[in-house]
């Protein structure tokens, strides 16, 4: 399952409440803490899911994604 994606998704939409909030004057910090929580979640699941390729040997496909992740 790729709950990166989720993951990743939610995080976009956590730092845009964030930022709307912030320009709003409003309380903005558990907005923050949502994104950067969800932020990490998501780099953790997407190392998680390119362990799993090195365990069943998916050169392919990590071929492909490694390096652009190898700057990260």
Known sequence: ???????????????????????????????????????ALTLCSEYSLVSRWVKVEDWAALANVVPSMEWA
């Open 1 to 39: 399952m790729d709950n990166w994606i989720l993951f990743g998704a939610i995080a976009i939409v956590a730092t845009f409440i964030n930022l709307y909030m912030y320009t709003a004057g409003k309380g903005y910090k558990l907005a923050m803490e949502i994104g950067l929580s969800f932020t």
